[in-house]
């Protein structure tokens, strides 16, 4: 596995890390048998979340007694000093760990949350003392916003970034990565797959990896998939001419307007698992009717109940017609499963 460095932390970070969101859909068992697989294939950056439910406990679970194999990254949705002390203790015990290497404010949307973790009290201020007392090493900001990011990197209080980058996302080429690099800031790339919207893991990977960026951490839910993006950390990133095509050929048919699996659109008053209707076709694709129906069942029968709120549309980073785009998913489902649905 080839490693970069990650900014000014000098930390030597796998090219591939390991992105901790999907875990939380499979087993308890299943998940730390992934993540121990993650360790024995030479991986060692992992990224979790205190917002990623039951994900951090089972990374704790599958790294005991291989804690030194490992580094782990993981956030607070937090936006208070008070909030991010108590979030980074149940962290740090779910993790099994007395400290992390870096510590995130996740999902910075907007000018004004920046200024409002910023101010003296802040959710900064927490995040400093945590690191004077040597519970993170590095203080890291993630955000779906580019120009959001491009401010937190002018502050100087920033060891990395954590942004999405694809073949759909790539205006931050422009300004946010040259400037990152610039200031020495690490830069964790997220959404490498669309959320798993292309197809082709490889060829999308090898993309992101062709760019000036210190690590990319695509989420992985088998076995199988740990292996296939290890192996792409190893293997040359050469992206022939026909791969870019098709990469720019998929691009086109997702447009803006895809889901990206990020779940910032919940909790829906009506428990409605919204990405699992809105990407339901490409996650279909990936695990098979059989095992979406079987987790996802009640999916439908909450989706009658919708109050039509746009709670949710008002939280999506991309801004995404979410009713629109449910109802057409919907559609398509019950046409071509309908016969299945028990
Ligand atoms: S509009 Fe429907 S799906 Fe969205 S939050 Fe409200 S009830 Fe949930
Ligand atoms: S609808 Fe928006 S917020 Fe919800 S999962 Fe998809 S991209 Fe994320």
């Known amino acids: 596995m080839r490693h970069r460095t990650l900014g000014r932390t000098g930390l030597k970070v796998s090219e591939v890390g390991f992105g901790g969101i999907p875990i939380q859909t499979l087993s308890h068992s299943g998940a730390v048998a992934v993540v121990r697989r993650v360790l024995d294939v030479g991986v060692n950056f992992l990224d979790t979340a205190r917002a990623y439910t039951t994900s951090e406990e089972r990374i704790g679970d599958a790294i005991k007694g291989q804690r030194s194999k490992c580094m782990i990254a993981t956030k607070t949705v937090a936006r208070t000093a008070e909030g991010v002390e108590r979030d980074l203790q149940k962290s740090l015990t779910l993790l099994g760990t007395s400290n992390v290497e870096l510590y995130q404010l996740h999902n910075v949307m907007s000018d004004e949350t920046l200024k409002e973790v910023m101010k003296p009290g ?44 694809n073949y759909v996302e790539r205006t931050l080429l422009q300004e946010l990565i040259p400037l990152a690099n610039k200031t020495g800031t690490g830069s964790i790339i997220m959404k490498p797959l669309g959320g798993g919207a292309f197809t082709n893991a490889e060829e999308a990977l090898k993309f992101v990896l062709n760019q000036p960026v210190s690590t990319v951490i695509p989420g992985v839910c088998s076995i199988k998939e740990v292996e296939q993006n290890a192996a792409i950390g190893t293997a040359p990133l050469t992206l022939g001419k026909d791969a870019e095509k098709r990469l720019e050929e998929q691009a086109k048919i997702l447009g803006q307007t895809f889901c990206r699996a990020c779940d910032y659109c919940q909790p829906c008053p009506e428990g409605i698992p919204i990405s699992a209707l809105t990407r339901v076709d490409t996650f279909i694709k990936r695990m098979g009717w059989e095992s979406w129906y079987s987790r996802n069942k009640e999916a439908l029968k909450k989706y009658e109940n919708c109050q039509e709120c746009r709670q949710c549309e008002s939280k999506c980073p991309y801004q995404l017609p979410i009713l629109e785009l449910m109802a057409e998913k919907v559609t398509w489902l019950r046409k071509q499963y309908g016969s299945r649905m028990t």
């Not at 779906?144 to 401010?151: D, T």
Request: glycine share 10%; net charge positive.
């Open 122 to 165: 802040g959710a900064l201020d927490a995040f400093k003392k945590a690191r004077r007392e040597g519970k993170i090493q590095f203080i890291g900001i993630t955000s779906h916003r580019p120009s959001v990011l491009i401010q937190a990197i002018k502050t100087g209080e920033f060891d990395t970034i954590m942004v999405p980058l």
